[in-house]
T-cell receptor, first 121, second 115 residues
Framework: EADIYQTPRYLVIGTGKKITLECSQTMGHDKMYWYQQDPGMELHLIHYSYGVNSTEKGDLSSESTVSRIRTEHFPLTLESARPSHTSQYLC????????????????????FGPGTRLTVL | AQKVTQAQTEISVVEKEDVTLDCVYETRDTTYYLFWYKQPPSGELVFLIRRNSFDEQNEISGRYSWNFQKSTSSFNFTITASQVVDSAVYFCALSDTSGTYKYIFGTGTRLKVLA
């Protein structure tokens, strides 16, 4: 199981401000992910990374950007926050590893942080 | 295309009742992985179980059990003798095995267990 941390847990900020949501994991997982979750519950992948200096955009277009300079750290930045960015942001990490009890197969279980609830006024 | 359907948006039960949460998936992959996560009101997603497509054995963990049936593309989750602490949103997910290993999440089922 991963130890994965997100700060801040709650953030209320005015329109136009630059914000960075922090995500760190201590398990040395190579893959990390950012999801956006609106009050309607559905999860949307907005960014992911397979390792240091690797970042990709997810399935949902987002104005945010990410960086992966260290394995354990995957911050998300909004250059100019807007009310439409109000949402919960969930960070996750995973490790590609063999399923040792079931033959030559691999799996990649994602473990999630506690989330950041962002409100932009 | 891959898809996960959780048709039950919200379920309410009285404490001690059994409840089953449905999950139906679509995939063309022959090897894939299915997951269940719990999201309590605090917001984090808690991993519950992973099931590999080549292993159809059902699993029981305490009051939780999972029924995986490839013939009907379903991976249902049953809570026996539900408790108030089981109140949460539950997500089913399918792992993309194309190499990206991204997850396809269902839309979630909100379970309310009433005392």
């Amino acid at each position: 199981e991963a130890d994965i941390y997100q700060t801040p847990r709650y953030l209320v900020i005015g329109t136009g401000k630059k914000i960075t949501l922090e995500c760190s994991q201590t398990m040395g997982h190579d893959k990390m992910y950012w999801y956006q979750q609106d009050p309607g519950m559905e999860l949307h992948l907005i960014h992911y990374s397979y390792g240091v200096n690797s970042t990709e955009k997810g399935d949902l277009s987002s104005e945010s950007t990410v960086s992966r300079i260290r394995t354990e750290h995957f911050p998300l930045t909004l250059e100019s926050a807007r009310p439409s960015h109000t949402s919960q942001y969930l960070c996750a990490s995973s490790e590609y590893r063999p399923v040792t009890d079931s033959g030559p197969y691999f799996t990649d279980t994602q473990y999630f942080g506690p989330g950041t609830r962002l409100t932009v006024l | 295309a891959q898809k996960v359907t959780q048709a039950q948006t919200e379920i309410s039960v009285v404490e001690k009742e059994d409840v089953t949460l449905d999950c139906v998936y679509e995939t063309r992959d022959t090897t894939y992985y299915l997951f269940w996560y719990k999201q309590p009101p605090s917001g984090e997603l808690v991993f519950l179980i992973r099931r590999n497509s080549f292993d159809e054995q059902n699993e029981i963990s305490g009051r939780y059990s999972w029924n995986f049936q490839k013939s009907t593309s379903s991976f249902n989750f049953t809570i026996t003798a539900s408790q108030v602490v089981d109140s949460a949103v539950y997500f089913c997910a399918l792992s993309d095995t194309s190499g990206t290993y991204k997850y396809i999440f269902g839309t979630g089922t909100r379970l309310k267990v009433l005392a």
